[in-house]
């Protein structure tokens, strides 16, 4: 960067200024020469016959106060050798550094052939300088607010510039730092497929690190994206909200990278406080942007405590919104300082502190559609809430386990202490005295060995299983396609998270539940009740149509229900008896092929089956297992 152009506008002030003066002399020298030159032309004429003649006394006697009015003097200095005279009398020739001469020639006729002498008349020659600096001064206090307005136009360009450059070569930083990390996020991400020798929890903690360190790189890649296109690269991933996100899950993973962090102060304890309130609560947060704010609030309440101290971090629902809470029993914050935190510039007792990372956090928060609120006490602590909008959990996740009496249940996993949490949950909740049998697997080969051994009765259990087998090729998923088991499947798994897991699981029709919460999934078993038979079921996208078919249920008084989509038929599928008949439209919301969902839905033991659809029957020959192809009239319309 350039030193300031300031001092370039000073010095061009000031030569421009020393031109000017120079210009300002010369012209009134120039200006008074040719006024001088002017007067001693009009003098002389008056003069000229008293000159001719030789009346000197006339001379003398009669210009002496015009000439030494505007002149030093004059003398005339005749052709004819005579001797000179001056007015006044006696003066001699003068100083040419202080005197400029005008001289006007006198002729004894009129053509000025015959020249009859020279009249010199001496004025001074820097009578004109003080008009000069005059009028120079008069111009400078002109220009002077102008030179103002410049110079601050110029320190607020260079200001902008400074700030352009700066805000260049941070982007430039950071997009390098980003595309740096990128390579060694690989090579994790590689090693990452072979830590099976290592612990469950160890596992879940690097996987975390490696994919927030993604996350940052991508975000930083992101933001100088957008400032390379004229956006802002810095409000908008605050201001786009992002998809429904699991904060217990982040809240954990982060506490335990903090964990670390801090682990070199003995003193310092950090402490999550999640329980099964706070099971299931998502925002629509973006989540790389959420762990920036929920990692910066943790450091400042570590930062605040002395040698010893503890920072509390509490997950929980409050009405229709979610709050984390970050606590600290530090030394607290005066009122007339906490009036102004979050404003920014404003911060409080950090050396060095720019208050930007609570105004940013604010700022992030209410742009998620929720608030940031600081509350603290002197000598007992500060605590600040983050409140977020509850949003609805996505279809994948398991908001509750509900246990059908006298279905058994499957557990797959590797890890013996996975085995003990769901043991302990399932007694917590008596299952025996329901008929519930827990069945515990620890290998495919076990599973893909009882299933095999009882084919009819590996249709009924639910199926609790991992996804990371140790040593094994196979996962829960690819076991749950093997086995036809997809829409009884849950997948407890900690990478829940990754797109190709998601993915499947949706494809396979298998719900999920994060591993770490698998002690807090709510477990209730459902009362002994005769599956009800309905006179039909319909699964249709089409509001129009389940308006139809339900309309025409009440007039007939048939016993109907319908649903959106096959997952929420799913959910409500155990209290409905399989002697009911399905009706599910050939072509659902989002592309999903009715047909081939019907096969799951004949997975669930349902039989009388028929696709309502305006296509002709012979396109669907293939699905064998359909009773028929009917239209997108209700079955009993011609009963009306």
Request: glycine share 8%; proline share 5%; charged share 25%.
């Amino acid at each position: 960067m350039k030193a300031p152009p300031l001092n370039n506008l000073l010095r061009k002030f000031l030569v421009f200024q020393l031109l000017t003066l120079v210009a300002l002399v010369g012209l009134t020298v120039a200006f008074t020469g040719h006024f001088k030159n002017r007067l001693a032309g009009q003098l002389t004429e008056a003069l000229r016959e008293p000159l001719i003649s030789g009346d000197i006394r006339s001379v003398s006697t009669q210009m002496s106060g015009p000439i030494s009015r505007d002149f030093r003097g004059a003398v005339w200095v005749p052709k004819n050798g005579d001797a000179p005279f001056s007015v006044p009398i006696g003066l001699g020739p003068q100083n040419i550094l202080l005197y400029r001469t005008a001289a006007v020639p006198i002729y004894f006729d009129e053509q000025s052939t015959r020249l009859a002498g020279q009249l010199l008349f001496y004025y001074s020659r820097w009578t004109s300088i003080p008009t000069a600096i005059a009028i120079w001064l008069v111009l400078i206090l002109i220009s002077i607010p102008v030179v103002r307005r410049e110079n601050a136009q110029l320190a607020r360009e260079y200001e902008l510039r400074l700030k352009f450059e700066l805000k260049d070569s941070q982007a430039s930083l950071a997009a390098q730092v980003a595309h740096d990390i990128r390579s060694p996020v690989a090579a994790l991400d590689t090693v990452l497929k072979d830590l099976s020798q290592l612990p469950e929890e160890k596992r879940v903690m690097i996987r975390g690190a490696v994919g927030r360190i993604r996350d940052i790189a991508n975000n930083l890649l992101e933001q100088n994206r957008k400032e390379a296109r004229g956006e802002s690269g810095h409000e908008p991933a605050a201001a786009v909200p992002g998809s429904a996100q699991l904060l217990s899950n982040i809240v954990d993973s982060l506490i335990t990278e903090k964990r670390l962090q801090f682990r070199a102060q003995i003193g310092i304890e950090i402490d999550s406080r999640l329980d099964p309130s706070s099971y299931g609560l998502f925002a629509a947060i973006p989540p790389s942007e959420f762990k920036r704010v929920l990692s910066n609030l943790i450091n400042n309440a570590v930062e605040s405590l002395p040698e010893k101290g503890l920072v509390t971090v509490q997950l929980a629902a409050n009405g229709d919104s979610t709050e984390i809470r970050v606590q600290d029993n530090g030394k607290g914050i005066p009122q007339d300082v906490l009036a102004r935190l979050g404003q920014r510039g404003e911060t409080h007792g950090k050396a060095g502190g720019s208050g930007l990372g609570l105004y940013h956090a604010k700022t992030s928060v209410g742009s998620w559609g929720g608030s940031l609120i600081i509350d603290s006490e002197l000598g007992k602590g500060t605590a600040v809430t983050i409140r977020l909008p509850r949003a609805r959990p996505p279809e994948w996740f398991v908001s509750g386990l509900v246990l059908s009496p006298g279905a058994p249940i499957v557990v797959l996993d590797d890890d013996a202490s996975i085995h003990q949490v769901w043991q302990g949950r399932f007694e917590s909740v008596h299952v025996k005295d329901h008929g519930v049998e827990v069945l515990h697997f620890s290998t495919p080969a076990e599973l893909r060995s009882w299933a095999r051994t009882d084919a009819r009765a590996a249709k009924d259990p639910l199926y609790l299983l991992d996804y990371e087998l140790v040593g094994y090729r196979d996962t829960g998923l690819s076991l749950a396609e093997e086995l036809g088991i997809g829409a009884r499947t849950i997948l407890v798994t900690s990478r829940y998270e990754e797109k190709g897991v998601l993915a499947d699981s949706l494809r396979l029709k298998a719900r999920l539940i994060p591993k770490s919460l698998a002690g807090f999934v709510p477990i209730r078993i459902k009362k002994d009740e005769v599956p009800e038979r309905l006179d039909a079921v319909l699964i249709d996208d089409d509001p129009l149509t389940r308006m139809t078919w339900t309309m025409a249920a009440t007039r007939s008084g048939k016993k109907f229900q319908s649903f959106s989509t096959v997952a929420e038929f799913f959910k409500e599928a155990p209290a409905i008896s399989h002697e009911t008949p399905i009706y599910i439209d050939a072509d659902l919301a989002d592309g999903v092929n009715g047909a081939q969902e019907s096969l799951s839905v004949r997975d669930l033991g349902f039989q009388d089956i028929h696709l309502a659809t305006g296509h002709e029957a012979a396109r669907f020959a293939a699905y064998k297992h359909l009773r028929g192809v009917v239209g997108k009239e209700p079955p009993w319309s011609q009963e009306e």
